[in-house]
Structure formats: C-alpha cells, structure tokens
C-alpha cells in the first residue's frame, strides 16, 4: 500500500520535472524561432523582439508554473485521497462536515493567487495600450485578401508613400529562393513593411472590405481590422531582420494567404529606402531591401547587413 503510494508520487514527480523540462526548453528553441517565423520542430512561440512581446512571453511563462504546479498539488491531493480514504483503508468514515480554517484558507488562497496573476496582467495591458511618442505611424488597411501599407506624413511638408503587399506565388518564391531569399511559403510578400531598428512605431489598422487582423507574433501585435474604425497597436522592435505575421480573423476564401512582412533595418537603411520610395524609385527601393535580405540570411546578423549597406 504505502509502496503503490510512494510509486504513484514518484509518477507524479516524474510528469512535474518532465513539465517544467517543457516549459524550460523555449530558451533552447530561441535560435529557430529567432527566424521571425514558424520553423519545424518548434516548440514555444516565435522569438520576442520587442518590449511587449517579452512582457507577453514572461506573463506566459508565469502563469504556466502556476497552472503547473496547482495541477501537481491536487493530482497529489486526490491520489492520496484514493489511497488514504478507500472503503478498505477507511472502514468508518469521519462525519465531519465543516471547518472554518480550511474553508477561508481555500477560498482566500485562489484569491490571492488571482490577484497575483491579475497584477501583472494589468500592468502588461496598460503597456500595451500606453502609446509612446510615435517616431512614425503606418497604416494597414485589410483587403480580401492583402495588406494596403500607408506611411503617414510627419508634418504637412512631409510626404507620404503607400504600398500594398501580395503573398508571394510559388514560383516567385522559387525566384527568390534562387536570388539568396529565405522567401518563407505562404507569408514572403512582394513589398515588405520597412521600419528602422528601436524605433516607437504606430500602426492604424482599419480595412476596406470585412474585418482583418494584423498580426505580427514577433511584436506581440495583434489588432483587429474593422471597416470604418481605426484600431491601433504600436511596436518597438529591438533587433533588426524581417518578422512575418498573417491574417488572424477569418475574413473569406484566401484568408490564409494575405501575410504580413515586416522588415526591421537599421536607421540609414530606412532613410535610403524612404528616400528611393519618397521619390517614386519603387525598383531602387527593391533592390536596396533585397541587398538587406540577401546579407541577413548569409550573415543572420545586423552589423552584416549594415556593412552592406555602406
Ligand atoms: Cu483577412
């Protein structure tokens, strides 16, 4: 008895090391992930490259050894309950029907369990909807079935540049692939949102036809695009490289194949790119953004791609 015990807390110890080796293993998976997209054999979420989607990352990794461990606790509880209160082992059952210590402790523990959860979650939210000065505000329009990118003018002298961006096809990827492209299926897209590196920026999200989401799991940005309203979400990416996301409402047949590219440069790559962009270079404009990519997937780091761009 006490061994068949002893045996089931050992499974019990077992499932929880085996847990938190889970739970653990997204800091080994980071050098996947850290691809700004999906990649077999994942496991966890995509890398976190901005404030919040770190802030979003931690909050999950918190709760999860909270649910752990209460799971664990009244997995012990009930097989020692089993164990302990059977009809064999326990002929004469207590009639014991009330006690206060026990009830206030059951009640007040989840509760500040709660709170404990609900602090940071608050503070988390509050982040996320806490805009910091904006260094440039971009507006995504949701189309059945692509993204419409506007870069919004800083001043009335300012201009702006708009673009939309298609899922690549399979033999365009195919190019791609050819030319030195990582070209992702299903989320390489033929004009990327260009931004530069550890900048605040503003995204309007609205959308011409039936609701959208921009998504981009990277930033921790997830934004509902409704027609007739603007919804907003802002991003400062840490780390420079390109970041996919997709549609995330289901808005019609090729839901699936309206992604979301975003391209983190550094600032003197931006200011190129704009500058080609600003004056209707739409090739010069490709061409510098390809001299990036093809520097960042042979070199994977930022200082590459900066020496390429000089
Ligand atoms: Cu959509």
Not at 235 to 241: L, S, V
Not at 278 to 292: H, L
Request: hydrophobic fraction near 45%.
């Amino acid at each position: 008895m006490i061994h068949r015990m002893l045996g089931l807390l050992r499974a019990g110890a077992a499932f929880a090391f085996a847990a938190f080796v889970m739970l653990g293993w997204r800091g080994a998976d980071l050098a996947y992930a850290a691809a700004g997209h999906p990649v077999d054999g994942q496991l966890g979420m995509q890398d976190a490259v901005t404030p919040i989607a770190r802030g979003i990352h931690e909050f999950h990794d918190k709760v999860n050894a909270i649910i752990i461990a209460i799971a664990i606790f009244v997995l012990i509880l009930m097989i020692y309950v089993v164990f302990r209160f059977n009809s064999k082992a326990n002929p004469t059952p207590s009639r014991t029907t009330h006690n206060t210590i026990l009830e206030v402790a059951w009640t007040v523990i989840p509760i500040m369990v709660l709170v404990y959860i609900a602090l940071p979650s608050f503070k988390l939210l509050r982040a996320q909807y806490d805009y910091p000065e904006p260094d440039l505000t971009i507006k995504a329009t949701g189309y059945q079935w692509y993204w419409s990118h506007e870069y919004l003018p800083k001043d009335k002298n300012d201009k702006s540049i708009a673009f939309d961006s298609l899922i690549l096809s399979d033999d365009e990827i195919k190019e791609a692939k050819a030319a030195g492209l990582p070209a992702p299926r299903n989320l390489a897209v033929d004009n990327e949102v260009v931004v530069p590196v550890n900048k605040n920026v503003h995204v309007l999200v609205t959308a011409g036809d039936v609701i959208h989401n921009w998504t981009v799991p990277s930033f921790g940005s997830k934004v509902d695009a409704v027609p007739g309203r603007i919804n907003t979400t802002w991003f400062r990416a840490e780390r420079t490289g390109v970041y996919y996301g997709q549609c995330s409402e289901l808005c019609g047949k090729d839901h699936a194949f309206m992604p979301i590219a975003v391209r983190v440069v550094e600032e003197p790559v931006y200011a190129e790119w704009m500058g080609a962009m600003k004056a209707g270079d739409k090739k010069k404009a490709k061409e510098i953004i390809k001299r990036i990519a093809v520097a960042e997937a042979g070199g994977k780091s930022s200082e590459v791609a900066a020496a390429a761009s000089k």
